[in-house]
């Protein structure tokens, strides 16, 4: 087992052993080691470059189970798409359109790692790439973690004592998907027809699309805004590779 801390600008990665390698089968679910990437894949496909996985396979070990699979935007499809994180790799669902495809790229940081959107599916490359993924460490229960994060970026900490992670429940999003609110009873006095806000930058934002999600020991602040989908944020499966070459999901510590 091996930590990664997200200090000058590396992010904290954090695995459990990985078994052997396994025959590469349809339906093989994320977690499980993949096959041998030297070997020809059955459909005489590509492999992705970096973890060498069957490209017409990889969507096999995504972490689909939590994801609401938005529709592509017309005349685009989703891909599985690959970004370096240290020494670990995030598969993920991206948009490939005639413009071009969605890249995402790993940047560090001494209070967080992000994924900023470097090129665009409609717009290609961006000189002036967004934050489209926030990650943190998680110590402890996932959505404790998620709701101390959420505080900690808050201004006023009397306020923030009184936020809390909940499901969102908003369809379209992930299952799994979080937001960080004020209780219900404070929220109900709220003005009806008005979007609201609540507990700081990483907390509720009726307004747009902006969530969280917690897995494999992250917490991963999905901020989309108003824009279409570029990715499918129930994707985001961290892989790793283990001592004898084969690539699994990250898993979190107990």
């Not at 992010?11 to 977690?31: M, N, Q, Y």
């Not at 959107?117 to 998680?138: M, Q, R």
Request: hydrophobic share 40%; proline share 6%.
């Amino acid at each position: 087992m091996r930590a990664l801390m997200v200090v000058a600008g590396v992010i904290g990665l954090i695995s459990g052993g990985c078994g052997g390698a396994a025959d590469e089968a349809e339906d093989a679910p994320a977690g499980d080691t993949v096959a041998d990437t030297s070997a020809p894949c059955d459909d005489d496909g590509a492999r992705l470059p970096l973890t060498g996985l069957c490209a017409g396979r990889a969507v096999n070990y995504l972490a689909m189970d939590a994801s609401a699979s938005p529709e592509p935007a017309e005349r685009c499809e989703w891909k599985v798409m690959e970004t370096p994180m240290v020494d670990d790799v995030l598969l993920y669902r991206g948009l490939k359109c005639e413009a071009g495809e969605t890249r995402l790229e790993f940047a560090g940081g001494a209070e967080r790692a992000e994924l900023q959107l470097v090129n665009s599916a409609f717009l290609g490359k961006i000189d002036e790439p967004p934050s489209y993924v926030y990650v943190y460490t998680l110590d402890g229960d996932p959505r404790q973690g998620v709701t101390q994060r959420a505080r900690q970026a808050m201004d006023n900490q009397a306020e923030a004592a009184n936020c809390t992670a909940r499901l969102a429940g908003i369809e379209g999003w992930p299952s799994d998907a979080l937001v960080v609110d004020i209780p219900a009873a404070e929220a109900a006095r709220a003005p009806t027809g008005e979007i609201r806000t609540a507990c700081g930058p990483l907390g509720l934002n009726e307004g747009e699309t902006s969530y969280w999600r917690a897995a494999q020991g992250y917490g991963w602040f999905f901020q989309i805004g108003q824009d279409a989908f570029e990715i499918d944020p129930g994707s985001f499966t961290l892989m790793t590779k283990g001592p004898d070459g084969s690539w699994g999901a990250v898993q979190p510590t107990s």
